[in-house]
């Protein structure tokens, strides 16, 4: 069974670099499928952020591109989401999850874990 | 890349059906089939209901169905049950390797 767990500060100063990692067990990164962040405001909609693919590309969201780096370490089976110049409109739940490759649906998610904006 | 757009809230009771829909453009869901449902309960990860506008993955019942027409999703509930009170989300392919979300849908079940 595929399983993704967020981890990373709850809290980020404005202007700072939020971080966050997702664990993933019962599958390798390096085997398939893209890896992605997604984040979901209070109140609000899900927002797709970006991803990794197997293979190493990262591609992201236009509107936060140039905040944004994925990463991923093959090694701890593990990638990574930097979201530098944070306000407090980044304040959010963020979640990983597991995107297939071609037909674009995520089919596992993490928990999501929240991360507030704040001083 | 705008989010795609459902009602906040919909309702149904017991044993009834019923529809979400969600609208895109003609640059997202109205020319991609990658259509795709989650549900997602309080405090829980969100689940993969439908995808590529129709399909069920192993495991859903198939009291989901999905359906397209032109630029306009729908998600169809039937024989609604108690813990299908919960919020559900479309998502559609948009190019270049994005994917964007509607502003998901709080179905209660009367």
């Known amino acids: 069974q595929v399983q993704l767990q967020e981890s990373g500060p709850g809290l980020v100063k404005p202007s700072e670099t939020l971080s966050l990692t997702c664990a993933v067990s019962?599958?390798?990164?390096?085997?398939?499928?893209?890896w992605g962040w997604i984040r979901q405001p209070p109140g609000k909609g899900l927002e797709w952020i970006g991803s990794?693919?197997?293979?190493?590309?990262?591609y992201y969201n236009p509107s936060l591109k140039g905040r944004v780096t994925i990463s991923r370490d093959t090694s701890k089976n593990q990638f990574s989401l930097k979201m530098n110049s944070v306000t407090a409109t980044d304040t959010a739940v963020y979640f990983c999850?597991?995107?297939?490759?071609?037909?674009?649906?995520?089919?596992?998610w993490g928990q999501g874990t929240l991360v507030t904006v704040s001083s | 890349q705008s989010a795609l757009i459902q009602p906040p809230s919909a309702s149904g009771s017991l044993g009834q059906s019923i529809t979400i829909s969600c609208s895109g453009t003609n640059n997202d869901l109205g020319i991609y089939n990658y259509v795709s449902w989650y549900q997602s309960h309080p405090g829980k990860a969100p689940k993969l209901l439908i995808y590529e506008i129709n399909k069920r993955p192993s495991g859903v019942p198939d009291r989901f169905s999905g359906s397209k027409s032109g630029n306009t999703a729908s998600l169809t509930v039937s024989g609604l049950q108690a813990d299908d009170e919960a919020d559900y989300f479309c998502s559609s392919y948009a190019g270049y390797n994005n994917v964007i979300f509607g502003g998901g849908t709080k179905l209660t079940v009367l």
């Open positions: 999850a597991r995107r297939d490759s071609g037909n674009y649906f995520i089919d596992y």
């Open positions: 990794i693919s197997y293979s190493g590309d990262a």
């Open positions: 019962g599958y390798s990164i390096s085997s398939g499928y893209y």
